[in-house]
């Protein structure tokens, strides 16, 4: 029996699940005697479920589909082997997996496989990114015709109003946040603080730094299914959709990365506050790749209404030090420590492809050795800056033609999630803001 399940053997059911391109995850369940079978020889999808629409439906006229007819692949576990799923009654393991061909390659349309891919190229210049990212959500009651606030456990009342960092807000669902915790640890996520966040029931807990960016990637993928399913358990929604209510700020995926060396040392630091020339190719690259990249990061109809001016959510193309209206923020602190955070992506990305685009953007600046327009200061809302694409469609239309982009992705999967993002954008047209929100409040 797999060493794991000896572990712990109250587990009665195994799942194995991958990341489709809108980061939802596609499996299957399994008896538990079945583990020891999947760990050591897969299991088999169809390559096209990687690359199904918000709805989980076929993409029309793909490649993937009809014209190979519909060829599997198989998929292997992940490094991480099986986690437990606390949010489930039936207690359950479950196996994270990633796609190959047949004949053993890497299937390039696998948002996980692009990761790795960015990453074995820091790797091969002897350079390895240390990552961490944040992650803003909602909890929120959708059981009436309108989305509210749940009901505090504790008192029975509903906040009507935004509350940062209060103390209130997160004593109010103290049993929710505690078992999640709980969960992170038997999961093995490296969740760090807490706080409640400028929307509507809005809270935002942070995922440590790692010197591994898949590992960082898979802990933000799992945290998202986590907390949506432990808040399910306990009564209510929690959505990382980017913009739940229209009144309130949306919900980001801020990321941070630093860059070591072979011998450990931080790339970005030069013992100055400014800090090195690394870290301005960097920013630069960062800069050029996000009208390409706009898609990975707001990837979604609703990911749009985030972008607006003064709502916490970037949308000039600028950095800054230790200042969060630019796009690109240097955060204060000790020089060793000398990072880069990218506040571009939205709640509901999927964190494969954010993590990608934002490492593969930086690479492309390291590698092109150009230095980024000088920082500014102030509000970056208030200043006549160059803008990411504003509209859906024009994020689809910038990530298909990007050569920036192509830089970082395969041409597999740009087609894909082109294809992908086209037919969405055709159902979308004809639904209400509160269809959009249907489908979008627990799916991504």
Not at 38 to 65: A, H, K, Q, Y
Not at 150 to 171: N, W
Not at 289 to 299: D, H, R, V, Y
Not at 312 to 322: L, S
Request: overall charge negative; some cysteine.
């Amino acid at each position: 029996m797999h060493d794991w399940l000896v572990d712990n053997p109250e587990i009665r059911a195994i799942r194995v699940a991958a990341a489709d391109l809108n980061g939802v995850a596609r499996g299957k369940r399994m008896p538990v005697r079945f583990a020891d079978k999947v760990t050591r020889d897969g299991t088999r999808f169809p390559l096209s479920v990687l690359n199904l629409d918000i709805w989980g439906e076929d993409i029309e006229d793909s490649p993937l589909v009809l014209e190979s007819g519909d060829r599997d692949g198989v998929l292997h576990p992940t490094e991480r082997g099986f986690v437990p799923m606390p949010w489930l009654d039936t207690p359950t393991g479950l196996l994270p997996i990633w796609m190959y061909h047949e004949d053993g390659r890497p299937f390039l349309g696998d948002p996980r496989h692009a990761l790795a891919t960015v990453e074995k190229r820091f790797k091969d210049k002897g350079l390895t990114p240390v990552v961490a990212v944040e992650l803003e959500f909602f909890l929120i009651d959708d059981a009436g015709t309108r989305l509210r606030v749940p009901p505090s456990p504790r008192s029975g009342k509903r906040r009507v109003a935004g509350d940062i960092l209060s103390m209130r807000a997160l004593d109010a669902f103290d049993d929710f946040f505690t078992e999640l915790y709980d969960a992170c640890e038997a999961m093995d996520i490296p969740a760090d603080t807490a706080i409640s966040e400028a929307g509507l029931g809005q809270f935002e807990i942070n995922l440590m730094h790692q010197a591994n960016a898949l590992k960082a990637a898979d802990d933000a993928w799992l945290f998202k299914m986590l907390v949506k399913g432990m808040a399910r358990k306990h009564g209510f929604a929690a959505s990382f959709m980017a913009k739940p209510y229209e009144d309130y700020a949306g919900s980001g995926l801020h990321m941070h990365f630093s860059v070591l060396d072979t011998d450990g040392n931080n790339v970005f630091d030069d013992g100055t506050e400014a800090g090195s020339d690394l870290l301005r190719h960097a920013i630069h690259g960062c800069l050029q790749g996000m009208p390409g990249s706009t898609l990975i990061f707001a990837p979604h109809a609703n990911s749009y209404a985030r972008f607006v001016p003064g709502a916490h959510a970037p949308t000039g193309i600028a950095w800054a030090y230790e200042n969060r209206t630019a796009a690109i923020r240097v955060p204060s602190g000790p020089a060793p420590a000398r990072r880069i955070e990218h506040r571009l992506a939205g709640g509901d990305v999927n964190p494969y492809l954010s993590i990608a685009a934002v490492l593969g953007a930086a690479l492309t600046g390291i590698d092109d050795a150009t230095d980024p327009p000088a920082p500014i200061t102030g509000n970056a809302y208030a200043q006549d800056l160059p803008q990411v694409p504003g509209t859906w469609e024009a994020a689809i239309d910038a990530f298909e033609t990007c050569p920036r982009t192509a830089r970082i992705f395969d041409a597999e999967l740009i087609r894909n999630m082109v294809m992908t993002k086209r037919q969405e954008a055709r159902e979308m047209v004809d639904l209400s803001a509160d269809e959009q929100t249907e489908i979008y409040l627990d799916t991504v």
